[in-house]
């Protein structure tokens, strides 16, 4: 019922920058939260950013403090990730991720690949 698709992913060198977009099919005021996770090969997914819908407060992985910034759109249902200064280490499958006090709804994902 509830879809989210991601975008904006694709090949970057170190350094460079990527804007990831989250387009909801409801109301984003229907979460409590969204946020951005990041699987790497051979690792767990782990939360990158994280934006509450009541206030607005945020929360950023120390990997990624001063990086990547995490915005909202309401009128458009849309959530965002820019991401600056990327590192290869910041290659992975981005997902975005909404939670609401009926479950978690994930997105497809999107591929970021960042090269020395």
């Known amino acids: 019922q509830v879809q989210l698709v991601e975008s904006g992913g694709g090949l970057v060198q170190a350094g460079g920058s990527l804007r990831l977009s989250c387009a909801v099919s409801r109301s984003i005021f229907r979460f409590y939260a969204m946020g951005w996770y990041r699987q790497a090969p051979g690792k767990q997914r782990e939360l990158v950013a994280n934006i509450a819908t009541s206030g607005g407060s945020t929360y950023y992985a120390d990997s990624v403090k001063g990086r990547f910034t995490i915005s909202r759109d309401n009128p458009k249902n849309t959530v965002y990730l820019q991401m600056n200064s990327l590192k290869p280490e910041d290659t992975a499958v981005y997902y975005c991720?909404?939670?609401?006090?009926?479950?978690?709804?994930w997105g497809q994902g999107t591929q970021v690949t960042v090269s020395s």
């Open positions: 991720n909404a939670k609401s006090t009926d479950g978690t709804y």
